[in-house]
């Protein structure tokens, strides 16, 4: 087909211009455009490494106080919030048969002592006679030493001293019968009155009621609890922190908390207890953490923040720990240079919880890195440096 020279020119025009636009959005928008990324530079800076954790205000000191036998609850005299003082009384339980068996072991005890008495009786009575048995056994044989009597006459008082003698001992073991039934019923008197005083619930310790379990005519079993006492002295926190971050944690660091009633608020604290045992499904690690000056009406159970400051490191280098990448097994950052990028490996420290990692080795302050990119990054790569990346909607 034949054109006309104008119309060929047209067309030579168009195809340049064509090929010219798309070698543009090769070399500016397609792959071989340089990546567009955001950058921060090495900066020497002081940094405040924390472990940061989620808990719930706790009684160190928590005391149950139930019976120690199967029972009824007759009365309940205080109720949940309630202060009360040590050795105040909270409630009783009904005794059930514990007075009829005192006053039993009272008449049993009465009845042995009026057992010994007799046979105190007894134990002298036979003393006097072994006394003069013995008298006229040994009068017997110096007058058949002089042959004023017979043989026979001598061993008749000899047999009637052992049989005196044996009479004092068989007194003195009912005697000791006699105390050790006396002993026996006073140790139940003073057991049954054990169990009879536990029916009366008190205090153990100066504190507040947190729980009221149940309500009088409740049966109850052994053990089972009627009111739960917390010393409010002893509230705590405790938190879960991270097995990642707990390695730093130790007794004594300080620590910020922040109540969920009263997020504007920050409460000092310190470490006071780290558990040994961590919880392998969470892999998490459980820290007490205490106030400093416990805050007035705070409710156990309520979910707290905890921030636990583990270290200051003055004049040390930091980059974002956004800027910290892993490749090849290597952590490391995209260092850029002239608009090109090299992967240069880092020793890294601490990383705070504000999202900034201490640089150990590998870089220099004022050095420029890669913090985020649209796509992934290749040595000597051209990037593009631009203030943020804007994702496109899927």
């Known amino acids: ?76 005299l205080v109720d949940q919030g309630d202060a009360v003082k040590a050795g105040q009384l909270l409630a009783e339980l009904d005794p059930v048969d514990l007075e009829d068996r005192v006053a039993s072991g009272r008449l049993a005890a009465e009845r042995a002592a009026g057992t010994i008495r007799a046979a105190e009786a007894q134990l002298a009575e036979a003393r006097s006679r072994a006394q003069v048995a013995v008298s006229a056994a040994r009068r017997s044989t110096e007058l058949r030493a002089q042959g004023f009597v017979s043989q026979e006459a001598v061993d008749t008082r000899g047999h009637e001293a052992n049989a005196a003698k044996a009479a004092v001992d068989a007194a003195a073991a009912q005697l000791a019968v006699a105390q050790r039934d006396r002993d026996r019923a006073l140790a139940d008197v003073a057991g049954v009155g054990k169990l009879r005083a536990q029916a009366r619930l008190a205090s153990p310790v100066d504190g507040v009621i947190s729980a009221r379990l149940v309500e009088p005519g409740t049966t109850l079993v052994a053990g089972q609890a009627v009111l739960q006492i917390i010393d409010p002295a002893s509230l705590w926190i405790r938190a879960r922190i991270n097995q990642r971050q707990a390695g730093a944690v130790r007794v004594g660091q300080s620590a910020e908390i922040v109540l969920r009633s009263d997020p504007e608020r920050v409460h000092p604290g310190k470490v006071e207890r780290i558990d040994w045992v961590s919880d392998t499904v969470t892999e998490e690690r459980i820290v007490n953490v205490g106030f400093a000056e416990r805050p007035a009406g705070v ?34 950052i995209w260092r850029i240079t002239g608009g090109r990028v090299a992967f240069r490996p880092v020793k890294v420290g601490i990383t705070t919880l504000d999202g900034r990692s201490q640089i150990v080795d590998g870089l220099d302050v004022g050095d420029e890195v890669v913090v985020h990119s649209e796509r992934a990054l290749q040595t000597d790569g051209k990037v593009r440096v631009v203030a943020a990346i804007v994702r496109s909607a899927p």
């Open 299 to 332: 409710p156990v159970g309520e979910l707290v923040e905890v921030t636990i400051r583990t270290a200051d490191l003055a004049n040390v280098r930091s980059v974002p720990t956004a800027a910290v990448k892993r490749v090849d097994r290597q952590d490391g």
């Open 1 to 76: 087909m034949n054109l006309r020279p104008g119309r060929r020119a047209a067309l030579i025009a168009a195809g340049a211009g064509g090929a010219l636009a798309l070698g543009w959005l090769v070399t500016s928008q397609g792959p071989l455009a340089p990546a567009k990324v955001t950058v921060a530079t090495v900066e020497q800076r002081t940094l405040q490494a924390g472990s940061f954790g989620i808990g719930t205000v706790e009684a160190r000191r928590s005391y149950a106080l139930g019976p120690t036998s199967a029972s009824r609850v007759t009365r309940v």
